[in-house]
């Protein structure tokens, strides 16, 4: 059973600080990462892929793979009271790589 | 815009009943996906559809079914309710037929509640 593991927090930043977000998979095999923020009595949304290791880079949000060690991370820079949200991770669920496996999610508290 | 809809926002039914949960994505997806969602336990996949009358088993099938007749629908059923069924359930999709690459666009969710 392929798993994704995340703190489920709460993560307390203060305004214009660095959150960083962890998240660990048990699959080597896997290949691509999502990271999907949900704010609360919403649905989830898609803020950053990866699929190499290394660093990807879109506006505040970092993301980062490193297979070998089988983590992904998400750093979101000057962390803004509209960054509080919950964060999943996921992975793929299956052979095909056509379904993903999401962690249970860390809260993110960015106090003003 | 990639536009998902759930038939429900809210719904209440009885134990032993049977529910039908419904979505439509407006934009050609081949793959559909219902999860649900409880505090706790995260986002869970019960059954996803990689095109029309096809369906492969998520990580808690049991006590579901789907049905997807056309492209743009795909149907979570409860045979029978129980209450611990009470849940929020959300339905996504995403564009192509294999690879995780694609991004799954979710719908605003159902939050059912068996009584």
């Known amino acids: 059973q392929k798993e994704v593991e995340q703190n489920s927090g709460p993560l307390s930043v203060p305004e214009g600080a660095i959150a960083s977000l962890n998240c660990t998979y048990s699959?080597?095999?896997?290949?691509?990462f999502f990271w999907y923020r949900q704010y609360s009595g919403k649905s989830p949304e898609l803020i950053m892929s990866?699929?190499?290791?290394g660093d990807k880079e879109d506006g505040r949000f970092t993301a980062q793979l490193n297979k070998a060690s089988q983590y992904v991370s998400l750093l979101i820079r000057d962390s803004q009271p509209s960054d509080s949200a919950t964060y999943l991770c996921?992975?793929?669920?299956?052979?095909?790589?056509?379904?993903?496996?999401f962690g249970k999610g860390t809260t993110l508290s960015v106090s003003s | 815009d990639v536009k998902v809809t759930q038939s429900s926002r809210y719904l209440v039914k009885r134990t032993g009943e049977k529910v039908f949960l419904e979505c439509v994505q407006d934009?050609?997806?081949?793959?559909m996906f219902w999860y649900r969602q409880d505090p706790g336990l995260g986002l869970r996949l019960i059954y996803f559809?990689?095109?029309?009358?096809?369906?492969e088993k998520g990580d808690i099938p049991e006590g579901y079914s789907v049905s997807r007749e056309k492209k743009e629908r795909f149907s979570l059923i409860l045979e029978s309710a129980s209450t611990n069924q009470t849940s929020m359930y959300l339905c996504?999709?995403?564009?192509f037929g294999t690879g995780a690459r694609d991004t799954q666009y979710f719908g605003p969710g159902t939050r059912l509640t068996v009584l």
């Open positions: 934009m050609d997806h081949e793959n």
């Open positions: 990866i699929y190499s290791n």
């Open positions: 699959d080597r095999g896997s290949q691509s």
């Open positions: 559809s990689y095109d029309v009358k096809m369906k």
């Open positions: 996921a992975g793929e669920g299956n052979q095909a790589g056509t379904a993903l496996i």
């Open positions: 996504a999709s995403s564009l």
